[in-house]
């Protein structure tokens, strides 16, 4: 009886012993980075090649006396100080491939533009993407740094490929 009584009072008192104290878990905080800087940085950038509309082409150029298309994506990111190949065939490989449902202002649009290839030498700026009416600023070789629609018959046959650098 004396061992039982023992073992009650010691089940009792370790039974007591429980802490006061709950345990909470904190959640995990995540912090992701903003989805407003890509938007904001394309926003700069398309407003910067902007100043350009009008500028005549030139080969290899990058300035307001001439620019060609490479010429106006590389100078437009350099703004933000992004720093991108200077020629379309590099462009073309370079940051992520897009479905051309999903481009968004400042992603670059790629073409083949001469005839029987489909071999890119062609690229612009995403400025406008809406459901069906894609627009994009450019540098063509007859008209300079101009504004363009993807559903023009040209620039829809000869669309190749879109890309996300941002």
């Not at 290899?60 to 620019?67: D, F, I, P, Q």
């Not at 001469?114 to 809406?130: A, C, D, M, P, Y």
Request: aromatic share 10%.
């Amino acid at each position: 009886m004396k061992k039982f009584l023992l073992i009650l009072l010691l089940m009792a008192g370790f039974s007591g012993c429980k802490s006061s104290k709950s345990v909470t878990k904190k959640p995990k905080v995540v912090v992701k980075k903003p989805e407003t800087e890509p938007l904001y940085k394309a926003e700069n950038i398309i407003d910067y090649a902007k100043k350009f509309e009008g500028t005549r082409y030139k080969y290899g150029g990058t300035t307001k006396k001439g620019m060609d298309c490479s010429g106006l994506i590389y100078t437009a990111f350099k703004s933000e100080a992004i720093s991108l190949p200077r020629t379309t065939k590099a462009l073309a490989i370079t940051g992520d491939w897009i479905d051309l449902k999903e481009v968004k202002k400042g992603d670059l649009l790629f073409f083949a533009t001469k005839k029987n290839s489909r071999k890119v030498n062609h690229v612009g700026i995403v400025t406008t993407s809406e459901v069906g009416r894609v627009e994009f600023i450019h540098s063509t070789t007859s008209n300079g740094v101009i504004t363009s629609e993807l559903s023009e018959r040209y620039w829809y046959y000869a669309f190749v490929q879109a890309r996300r650098v941002l």
